[in-house]
Nanobody, 126 residues
Framework: QVQLVESGGGLVQPGGSLRLSCAAS????????MAWFRQAPGKERESVAA?????????YYSDSVKGRFSISRDNAKNTVYLQMNSLKPEDTAVYYC??????????????????WGQGTQVTVSS
């Protein structure tokens, strides 16, 4: 059974940091590009960051998080991470981990997701 399980969400003050983790099982993790998406209430799900398979260094960030968020992966642990710094209230959303069937580091779309995680809530508020 293919599964992606996110952890690390929570409540943080503006300017703070959080690190999300996504543990994968049931798939050959290293062969998949991985991504993080988020969905705020009343808004469409949007891509945040993505990293190519085998950690070859092709990384995508949305303009809204560039310079503040960092994606990485540990293929030995079947885990992808999202380090989020300088958090803003507008970063509040449910964050989803995803395994991609196709990867283009210029744009990452939900239609290319093969497997979704269940999501973890991130709330940025004072």
């Amino acid at each position: 059974q293919v599964q992606l399980v996110e952890s690390g969400g929570g409540l943080v003050q503006p300017g703070g940091s959080l690190r999300l983790s996504c543990a994968a099982s049931g798939l050959t993790f290293s062969t998949y590009a991985m991504a993080w998406f988020r969905q705020a209430p009343g808004k469409e799900r949007e891509s945040v960051a993505a990293i190519s398979s085998w950690n070859v260094g092709n990384i995508y960030y949305s303009d809204s998080v560039k310079g503040r968020f960092s994606i990485s992966r540990d293929n030995a642990k079947n885990t992808v991470y999202l380090q989020m710094n300088s958090l803003k209230p507008e970063d509040t959303a449910v964050y989803y981990c995803a395994a991609l069937s196709y990867y283009d580091d210029r744009d990452v779309r939900a239609k290319w997701v093969r497997v979704w995680g269940q999501g973890t809530q991130v709330t940025v508020s004072s």
